[in-house]
């Protein structure tokens, strides 16, 4: 048994954002080819992204797909916002900028103790990368 206290243990991503997008197969190959997402699953449907996931490496996913106006879920393209923890910043930081990938906010240490940056997509949605995992849970 776990020794640790339970309001101190790792979440589990139980959460699934979700976002959609003009061009899905362009937004999947930058998140995934850029970014470093993985490909879990692509659902298409008549030439359109019905439903895609894609996992964070250090845990969490989102899904996605393309926009649908007329969808009983509709998400607007470009506003969509997440925050991604990574123990990896520096390294992930360096890599993005390198690919010429857009810096909407420079990498450094905030007064929380994170240390992050944020970037947008080719659709204009918002991505913070960042080593702040969150308050524990309260017993």
Partial sequence: MDTQNA???ARTPEI?????ADDAPALIDFLVGTVGFLRTAV???????????????????VMLGSYKPDG???VKPGTFGAYVV??????LYARLS??????????????????????????GNKWAFGTYRGEPRPS
């Fill in 98 to 123: 390198k690919a010429g990938v857009k810096i909407i906010r420079e990498i450094g240490d905030q007064s929380y103790g994170s240390r992050e940056f944020a970037i947008a997509d080719p659709e």
């Fill in 7 to 9: 309001s101190e243990q």
């Fill in 16 to 20: 699934f954002p979700t976002l959609q």
């Fill in 43 to 61: 659902y298409e449907d008549g030439g359109r992204v019905a439903h895609a996931q894609l996992d964070w490496p250090e845990g969490g996913a």
């Fill in 86 to 91: 990574t123990d990896h910043v520096d390294e």
């Fill in 72 to 74: 009983e879920w509709c």
